[in-house]
Structures are given as structure tokens and as C-alpha cells.
């Protein structure tokens, strides 16, 4: 299984960017996907998670600039992300929860990250 991530790049505070992130290979089917962080000397953090129920945990740095969603259809995440600010400079990887055979628990994987810088 592999992701791939597309749209990161350099945009000023205030602008927006949208990422995308799609999982191919041997997959059955995917459980949760979204989008993590990581900005350099820190953590890697949560951005957004989304169930296959269709429910959405947003960090609260992200809530009302950021909305997440996924094609199934199409094993791709999207991040839209608007009013970016500097803060939100960072390396943005995809995961996916994915379950390869019927009878295996899911595996999370990986995507190889895109980076996102806000600056003017």
C-alpha cells in the first residue's frame, strides 16, 4: 500500500492551499484517514481524522479554516486549508487506516509528507 500526497507549497498568511493524498495498491478496504503535522523541533500533530463512519476530529488550531474529506470512491483525503497563517508551516503527511485482506485488522500507513510554508 502506498499514499501520495500532492499541494503543499509556499503561500502568504491569509491564502489557502489544498492537499491531497491518494492510497493505492492491495487495499480492501480503509478505515480512518487524515492528516497529520509535523513543523521542525516539534511533535508531529494532528491536523484532522476521518472515520469511515464519517465523523471528523479537528485539532483546535485548525477548526473553522481547515475542513477535511475524503473520496472513497477514489481512496483520497483532501485537506482544504483557508486563512493560513505562519503557524501552520509545517510538513504535512497523510495516513490511512487500511485493511488489506477481509479477515486482517487494519495497518496504518504513511504518506512521504508534503510541506507547507506561509510566510510573505
Known amino acids: 500500500v502506498q499514499l501520495q500526497a500532492f499541494g503543499g507549497g509556499l503561500v502568504q498568511p491569509g491564502g489557502s492551499l489544498r492537499l491531497s493524498c491518494a492510497a493505492s495498491?492491495?487495499?480492501?478496504?480503509?478505515?480512518?484517514m487524515g492528516w497529520y503535522r509535523q513543523a521542525p523541533g516539534k511533535q508531529r500533530e494532528l491536523v484532522a481524522d476521518l472515520t469511515s463512519g464519517g465523523g471528523t476530529v479537528y485539532a483546535d488550531s485548525v477548526k473553522g479554516r481547515f475542513t477535511a474529506s475524503r473520496d472513497n470512491a477514489k481512496n483520497t483525503v483532501y485537506l482544504q486549508m483557508n486563512s493560513l497563517k505562519p503557524k501552520d508551516t509545517a510538513n504535512y503527511y497523510c495516513y490511512a487506516a487500511v485493511k488489506t485482506r477481509s479477515w486482517r485488522a487494519p495497518s496504518d500507513y504513511w504518506g512521504q509528507g508534503t510541506q507547507v510554508t506561509v510566510s510573505s
Open positions: 495498491g492491495s487495499i480492501f478496504s480503509i478505515n480512518a
